[in-house]
């Protein structure tokens, strides 16, 4: 807590900077969706569409667009929805559909009414309404559809939208803030109010304390050795493909924290800075973790960077450390608000845990390299820690900053993108991974692990 002398002191020294965001203003709908006249116009608009043509160029199925439960705006109460037979960039049906539908269809999307309709009149990208949980793939394969997600965007883009967008912007304008770095202490909070030890970063703290003291140096790596021994080239080379990610990702985490600590700091939260201090710790550890792995366990070096594709390149070489070093000049709440979902949402509680899960469990299952189980296993619950403080910290800057949840929204809707496509690029090379890997599987766990921490913020 600041004295309110010191409040002053920086609310009068705080530099603004007035950026505009604009919102399109909506006017209200004439037409009806969903009658035969909605159909024939979307019918007209595919096979017209240039944009389908091309990015529909290599779908080849038959589409089941369900509505669940059935809209009473569908012409018949037997319809549950549309089905469209799509060829490499051309419609060849396109009409209502019932029940007998489910099983010719090669995919069926399932989503309520008030779904479809923000897909279609907000453009929305259906892989994305996948990714958020409202839009639910139930027969098809979602590795398919995330390939093809240009395809299906273009096409609900085609569906006619009665909701016209006026020309009108409506400005919005938000204040930056350079939170000025502080010369002098007025008061402590230690003596002032005192520490607060029931606020969740100090029961964080607590539990970091008991938890988060392992040491990496005191792992074995002896029973690792003999198992690399014994291990296929392909083997191998999957492992260290996966050591190289995870290696560099705890590295930008490490190098890349300090701006958000920093922030914190200078807003003397200061339950919040003292977990902080163990984030930091902990990510440095699991950086010295990955690096005596592969020290003590690889027989030769290899060459870890060539693992390191576009998209991986984007997030943890550019995004991550643009998103937390915006800090030092700007430390807005919707700065804040990116740096964490940046780091805490999508790098660590998206692709860390997918691939953390992913990694511990081929070990297990091929009861293999037992002191690299052991690391991840330990290091999966200081991640837990991590992304709940992030949770914690998204949820506090938009309770008290509701304006930012639309451009958060937007930030966290690019970014999963991204780290879907990360996904897709580690699977690239291989026809047959090793250990029995699946994309599927992968993309799955990434999704419901995106979905549950997005229910506990509850902004979608
Ligand atoms: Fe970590
Ligand atoms: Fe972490």
Request: glycine share 4%.
């Amino acid at each position: 807590m600041l004295h309110s002398n010191e409040l002053n002191i920086i609310n009068s020294s705080i530099i603004s900077l007035k950026v505009m965001w604009f919102t399109k203003k909506k006017v209200a709908r004439s037409k009806k969706y969903f009658t035969d006249e909605w159909v024939g116009e979307w019918k007209r608009a595919l096979e017209e569409s240039e944009l389908y043509k091309v990015k529909g160029k290599e779908w080849n199925a038959s589409v089941l667009l369900r509505m669940d439960p059935p809209s009473p705006a569908l012409k018949k109460e037997s319809y549950i929805g549309f089905y469209l037979d799509l060829q490499y960039g051309e419609c060849h049906e396109l009409r209502y559909a019932d029940e007998t539908d489910r099983d010719i269809a090669d995919v069926i999307l399932k989503a309520d009414e008030s779904t479809w309709l923000t897909l279609i009149e907000q453009k929305k990208d259906p892989a994305m309404m996948i990714m958020k949980g409202s839009l639910k793939l139930e027969k098809g394969s979602l590795v398919m559809l995330t390939n093809q997600k240009q395809a299906a965007k273009a096409l609900l883009q085609t569906a006619p939208s009665y909701e016209k967008e006026s020309l009108d912007e409506e400005y919005i304008s938000e204040t930056i803030d350079k939170i000025p770095v502080r010369r002098k202490h007025i008061s402590f909070n230690t003596t002032n109010r005192g520490l607060d030890f029931e606020s969740f970063p100090m029961k964080l703290f607590q539990k970091a304390k008991q938890f988060g003291v392992w040491d990496p140096a005191s792992i074995s790596f002896e029973k690792d050795r003999e198992d690399w021994k014994k291990l296929s080239d392909d083997e191998k080379t999957i492992i260290i493909h996966l050591s190289s990610l995870f290696m560099a990702g705890e590295e930008a985490v490490t190098l890349d924290l300090l701006p958000l600590i920093q922030t914190i700091s200078k807003e003397g939260r200061l339950e919040e800075e003292i977990f902080l201090t163990s984030f930091l710790w902990e990510e440095a550890k699991h950086t010295e973790f990955f690096s005596r792995f592969v020290k003590e366990v690889f027989v030769e070096r290899p060459d870890f960077e060539q693992f390191h594709k576009p998209f991986y390149k984007k997030l943890f070489y550019r995004q991550l450390p643009e998103d937390l070093n915006r800090l030092y000049t700007d430390s807005s709440p919707l700065a804040q608000l990116k740096a964490s979902g940046t780091y805490n949402m999508i790098v660590e509680g998206t692709l860390a845990e997918t691939g953390y899960e992913a990694y511990h469990k081929m070990l297990k299952e091929n009861n293999l390299l037992p002191g690299l189980q052991d690391g991840i296993i330990k290091l999966k619950q200081d991640e837990s820690r991590h992304i709940a403080y992030g949770l914690y910290l998204i949820n506090r800057l938009l309770n008290d900053n509701s304006d930012c949840s639309a451009p958060f929204e937007k930030h966290l809707e690019e970014l999963l993108d991204d780290a879907t496509n990360v996904i897709h690029e580690i699977f690239e090379p291989y026809d047959v991974v090793p250990f029995g890997l699946e994309k599927e599987w992968f993309l799955n766990y990434a999704i419901k692990q995106f979905q549950q921490r997005i229910n506990k913020l509850g902004i979608y």
